[in-house]
């Protein structure tokens, strides 16, 4: 039985967007979207990304949480002490932003560039 969705699938099932998003990979868990949930205005760091379309900017986690990013990439103080408190708790030390990365795989133009980048 095939328990992956169609990506048409996950168009309909978004459930958490985020602003001001970034895709950063660890050691031991692969990639996380972190950002601030748009509906929540919260820093959310995702579980492991297990499907990712980025022309639609849509993945889904292991846990079958699917994530919308929105915008442009950035820089957001509250994430950035999200991940930093994520990251103890798991135990994560060795960690990448592989954001500009995934700009090669369709995100180009949604990845703030780095003149154009808030802190």
């Known amino acids: 039985m095939n328990h992956l969705w169609k990506t048409a699938d996950i168009a309909t099932r978004a459930d958490i967007t985020l602003v001001h998003w970034r895709v950063m990979e660890t050691e031991r868990s692969g990639r996380h979207f972190v950002g601030i949930c748009r509906r929540a205005q919260l820093a959310r760091v995702s579980d492991s990304i297990k499907i990712f379309d980025p022309a639609r900017r849509i993945g889904v986690t292991r846990a079958g949480v699917v994530y919308k990013l929105f915008g442009y990439s950035g820089f957001d103080l509250s994430v950035d002490h999200a991940w930093g408190d994520w990251r103890v708790e798991h135990r994560v030390s060795a960690y990448a932003d592989v954001t500009n ?11 703030r560039p780095p003149s154009a980048k808030r802190h």
């Open 101 to 111: 990365a995934m700009a090669a795989k369709g995100l180009a133009k949604h990845v």
